[in-house]
């Protein structure tokens, strides 16, 4: 059974940076795809980061400049380092899971809130 657990959200002033982490077990990490969606109040859920398992990443473009995506494969840890945080920016923040072997499926964090005050 992969379960991924999350850390790192919490409340930060405008400019200010966090680092999300997301461990995963149960799951061979570096045969996965993964990544972050955040959902902010009232808004749809939009994939923030992924970090594939050949190694090429994509960000999306609210969040290009500020936001990086890195995974330790030895470790079965994704992270999200979010710089120059901006109100905008609030949201829960989920990371995801996709296996790339056996029958292949999409596994989910519990989620974290991430808070920027202005």
């Known amino acids: 059974q992969v379960q991924l657990v999350e850390s790192g959200g919490g409340l930060v002033q405008a400019g200010g940076s966090l680092r999300l982490s997301c461990t995963a077990s149960?799951?061979?990490?570096?045969?996965?795809?993964v990544g972050w969606f955040r959902q902010a109040p009232g808004k749809q859920r939009e994939s923030v980061a992924t970090f594939r398992q050949g190694g090429s990443t994509n960000v999306a473009d609210s969040v290009k400049g500020r936001f990086t995506i890195s995974r330790d494969n030895a470790k079965s840890t994704v992270y999200l380092q979010m710089n120059v945080l901006k109100p905008e920016d609030t949201a829960v923040y989920s990371c995801?899971?996709?296996?790339?072997?056996?029958?292949?499926?999409?596994?989910w964090g519990q989620g974290t809130q991430v808070t920027v005050s202005s």
């Open positions: 995801f899971l996709k296996t790339l072997y056996g029958s292949r499926a999409d596994y």
């Open positions: 149960g799951a061979i990490f570096h045969l996965t795809d």
